[in-house]
């Protein structure tokens, strides 16, 4: 018991000396803030944080002895250590939790003892939770709330009779309420449901390192069940029988001490009882642990691939002792349904099982073999406790012969194309550390990270969920969401060499220089050892080399234009290759972040995918014609508007010389109404602003557009009225003939990421407000009034601007990478006027935290930036106002208002 502890560091005759002559309240805050700050001076030092927490618990103990004997009790009441406090595990900011037993009857006997006691406490300021119950009342509570009645297993006595305490552990046992089998179900249901509120996965970004999967809780779940079925103080007393191995309690015991020193670590930073790792915390944990940033990796990722791999473990652990006292409490009275598979494997109700001891020291590719029956048998739910162990015990066979060996090539291929569940086989495979010795390549990125908001999860995660999700497009219900990705799925040939540049298409992550060139090397290799046909292996190797390509081409490039459509066809090659790298590429970005994928997204995808179907078609020899495109969108147009008593004349006196851009861009329909609502304008010059939802079967953004009358500022003033809107630009056009005409198009979202052209008061709001904004620009100040979200604050990266010319277009292009930010787009207008140069077009990117936005500019000649003095002055300008702009942004300075004019 942690109360019999010797504590060095107080001097408890000093303590109680001082309490003869001094004020109490001041006596005790003085020894406590000493304790806390040598406790928390021994952390900093490096000592073991069991000890540390089992010494502060010894010392709270003494505390609490000596202000429980400042009043007045009998022997009929006793306090009590819970929770935590009472497995001795008490963190710097953790509650201490206690219970004031008494043995029968009203309490008002004792109330003002207990009011005086408890007021002393708040006043020396320990933070308690606290309950008073009679012997009765814990058993009544304890058989209504399993909450309470496992809290009741972990008690002590800190002072009082503890017979008090034996007592209600003997009402409140197994033997009285909660027999065995109920508790352990009961708490099983509790922790799918803990993990299910988790996302069921150990790789949340800001993980709960308490209730997650593989967290502390995880922990003391098996030890609850455990010490309630097996009737024992302690799991060290389980150690060497069939639930708990020397091995396994080491290994948990070191998980546990890791995951202490997390918590520990992160109270003191958080100055509170925090047990979310968020990316601040995550950051300064690191630091404080002497991770550092290497050249391939930053320290906190190297911190962040630690703690998954540990909490993967005692996932690992979890499992196979929840699955072993599935076996021996809950299934122990009913029939076993057994059947044999074939000479190494049984099924026994429902979970494959080796049929002997040393099957696989025996038979080593029945580490391969199991998920292979796994995946071919839809009836297995899973495996038995004792045959994860023997799996666990031989992993270690898996080496340099092992993966050369032909049987065992063939059964890994096997699995691949197995019909039932084959990504959670590879889970599996993960999780019992066999898949990352088989593919020690891919072992190499077992829950490493990418500090960001893009990568939702560690590698390994994000690659099987890769995986997973190509399977679903087989799916009738995943197909109503991604028709074009599950039609094509569904034609290829041989999906099996998709799941190949799946699993190896991230695999160069972390060892510096392009991990898709990295990649591509691993998985020509994998190919070529497993025997696959040279054109396999090329296409393999040839998707993950290029497994960016066909996203970076829909988000970063405009796609409308025909020369695009060849020169991505002219990559892509044949219909084979566009038909696979579809189905990776949209796998991939819904792997990688679930919010990334979009209504927006899905239509760029479908555009690419369609246009470039349409050029391999044609064939490549056989461009398609710049010139005949606009000739034949301005004829369709004019015929639209000579339906509307427009006349060619008039249309083209509107057009006046716009560029051939404008036409290549916007479809023959929409021109037309433009240009049917311009000339209804007559001789005013207010703007005219039109507002429709965009999309070619449902509705995927609303577009907006613009045309003003010799204005020269119309985008910033537009992107800082949407973004007062609340607002999100995705994508502008931006066309203006000689006389400065504008012929604007933005494609917007509001804040839930969805389209709202059938909102008409939200419509007239924004055509009121855009209009106002834009007859009155003198007036008009750009001010950011959203606040900058509390997950993105924490990123603060350099501000990245790439210049380069288009010669194509005649434009020079201007990339910008740099936290996402309220107010960004404005701010970046505003750095265009000051320069003088002209907005072409705008393909704005998403990406976490950050944007990675596309300018084409040219100067007010229309000429591509040529002077290279400028072009490092626009460069320098744009990098140090925003980086100056995060900067006092992150720090909390309030961002003032920035005029257009000054």
């Given amino acids: 018991m942690t109360q019999n502890k010797t504590l060095l560091f107080f001097d408890e005759r000093r303590f109680l000396k001082d309490l003869e002559t001094e004020n109490p309240i001041k006596v005790f805050k003085n020894a406590i803030e000493a304790a806390n700050s040598h406790l928390n001076s021994r952390f900093h030092e490096g000592e073991q944080t069991w000890n540390l927490l089992i010494e502060r618990s010894a010392f709270i103990d003494l505390i609490l002895r000596h202000a429980w004997n400042q009043f007045e009790w009998d022997k009929s009441i006793a306090l009590l250590a819970v929770g935590g406090y009472g497995r001795g595990e008490l963190h710097p900011e953790s509650d201490i939790d206690l219970m004031l037993l008494i043995r029968r009857g009203n309490p008002k006997r004792y109330q003002p003892s207990i009011e005086g006691f408890l007021t002393f406490l708040w006043d020396i300021q320990l933070k308690i939770g606290h309950s008073v119950r009679s012997l009765s009342q814990c058993v009544d509570e304890a058989r209504a709330d399993i909450t309470v009645a496992t809290n009741l297993i972990e008690t002590r006595t800190i002072s009082g009779d503890d017979k008090l305490r034996q007592s209600m552990l003997k009402k409140t046992s197994a033997r009285k309420i909660w027999p065995s089998k109920a508790f352990f179900r009961a708490k099983w249901d509790e922790q799918i449901e803990r993990h299910d509120k988790h996302g069921n996965t150990e790789y949340n970004l800001e993980p709960n390192i308490k209730e997650a999967p593989g967290g502390l809780r995880d922990i003391q779940m098996i030890t ?25 309690y080491l290994q948990l015991k070191r998980g546990e001490s890791f995951l202490w020193k997390v918590r520990y670590g992160l109270h003191l930073i958080a100055e509170r009882p925090e047990e979310r790792l968020q990316f601040d915390h995550q950051r300064k944990i690191a630091q404080m642990f002497g991770y550092h940033d290497s050249d391939e990796r930053l320290g906190v990722e190297q911190f962040m691939q630690h703690y998954y791999q540990v909490v993967l473990s005692m996932r690992e652990l979890n499992d196979v002792m929840l699955q072993y006292l599935d076996e021996v409490i809950l299934r122990k009275d009913k029939a076993k349904e057994t059947y044999e598979l074939n000479e190494r494997f049984q099924v026994r109700d429902e979970h494959i099982e080796t049929v002997g001891e040393y099957i696989f020291a025996k038979y080593p590719s029945a580490l391969l073999e199991i998920f292979c029956l796994l995946g071919e048998n839809e009836d297995i739910q899973g495996i038995r406790a004792t045959t994860i162990r023997q799996i666990r015990q031989h992993r270690k ?18 699995l691949l194309k197995c019909p039932h569940k084959m990504s959670t086989q590879l889970q599996r495979m993960t999780r019992y550390g066999i898949l990352g010795r088989y593919l020690p390549e891919f072992g190499k990125i077992i829950g490493q990270t990418q500090h960001d908001l893009f990568h939702r999860y560690p590698v390994d995660a994000h690659t099987l969920q890769l995986i997973k999700n190509m399977r679903l497009f087989d799916r009738p219900e995943v197909a109503q969401e991604f028709p074009v990705s599950s039609h094509v799925y569904k034609s290829l040939p041989k999906p099996q060499l998709a799941f190949i540049a799946g699993l190896y298409h991230d695999v160069g992550k972390g060892r510096g220089g392009d991990h898709s060139v990295l990649g591509a090397v691993d998985a020509a290799d994998f190919c070529r050892r497993h025997g696959l046909p040279e054109e396999e292996t090329n296409l393999i190797s040839w998707l993950v080399e290029n497994h960016l390509l066909m996203s970076s081409t829909s988000q970063r490039s405009d796609i409308s234009d025909p020369d695009v459509i060849y020169k991505f066809a002219k990559l892509i090659g044949n219909q084979l290759h566009l038909d696979y790298l579809l189905v990776l590429t949209v796998a991939d970005i819904t792997a990688t972040n679930p919010s990334l994928w979009n209504s927006w997204k899905a239509s760029l995808m479908r555009q690419l995918y369609t246009e470039t179907k349409r050029a391999l078609q044609r064939g490549l020899e056989n461009p398609a014609n710049r010139d005949g495109w606009v000739r034949n969108t301005k004829t369709a147009a004019i015929n639209l508007l000579s339906d509307h008593q427009v006349s060619e004349s008039q249309a083209q006196k509107i057009w006046g010389n716009l560029d051939d851009e404008f036409f290549l861009r916007e479809s023959a329909d929409d021109i037309a109404r433009y240009t049917q609502a311009i000339a209804a304008q007559g001789n005013t010059i207010d703007p005219v602003i039109l507002i429709k939802d965009a999309g070619i079967e449902v509705p995927v953004a609303t577009q907006i557009f613009i045309h003003t009358y010799g204005l020269d500022n119309v985008f910033p003033i537009t992107a800082a009225t949407l973004d007062q809107l609340q607002l999100t630009i995705l994508d502008a056009s931006l066309h203006r003939d000689t006389q400065e005409n504008t012929f604007d198009t933005f494609y917007v979202v509001d804040e839930n990421d969805r389209p709202f052209g059938n909102n008409e008061k939200m419509l007239a709001r924004i055509k009121e407000t855009l209009s106002e904004a834009l007859k009155n620009p003198n007036e008009h ?50 750095i265009f006027i000051h320069f003088r140069l002209r907005l072409l077009s705008a393909k704005i990117s998403t990406l976490g935290e950050r944007v990675e936005d596309i300018f084409h500019l040219v100067d007010m000649d229309y000429q591509p930036l040529s002077d290279p003095i400028f072009c490092e002055q626009l460069r320098d300008a744009i990098c140090r106002g925003l980086d100056k702009r995060n900067k006092e942004d992150a720090e909390g300075v309030p961002l003032q208002k920035m005029k257009l004019w000054q």
């Avoid at 302690?234 to 708990?244: Q, R, T």
């Avoid at 066979?397 to 096997?414: H, Y």
């Fill in 781 to 830: 100040t750009l001010k950011v009034q959203r606040r900058t979200p509390r997950h993105l604050k924490h990123f603060t990266m350099k501000t990245i601007a790439h210049i380069s010319n288009d010669i194509d277009k005649s434009a020079t292009i201007l990339e910008v990478i740099t936290p996402d930010r309220p107010g960004l787009l404005a701010h970046l207008g505003r």
């Fill in 224 to 248: 609850w069940v455990a010490k309630r079925h097996f009737n024992v103080e302690s799991l060290e007393e389980l150690v060497g029988n069939d639930f708990l191995t020397p091995e396994e």
């Fill in 397 to 414: 066979l898996i080496d340099e012969a092992f993966r050369n060996e032909p049987q065992n090539k063939t059964l890994f291929l096997r």
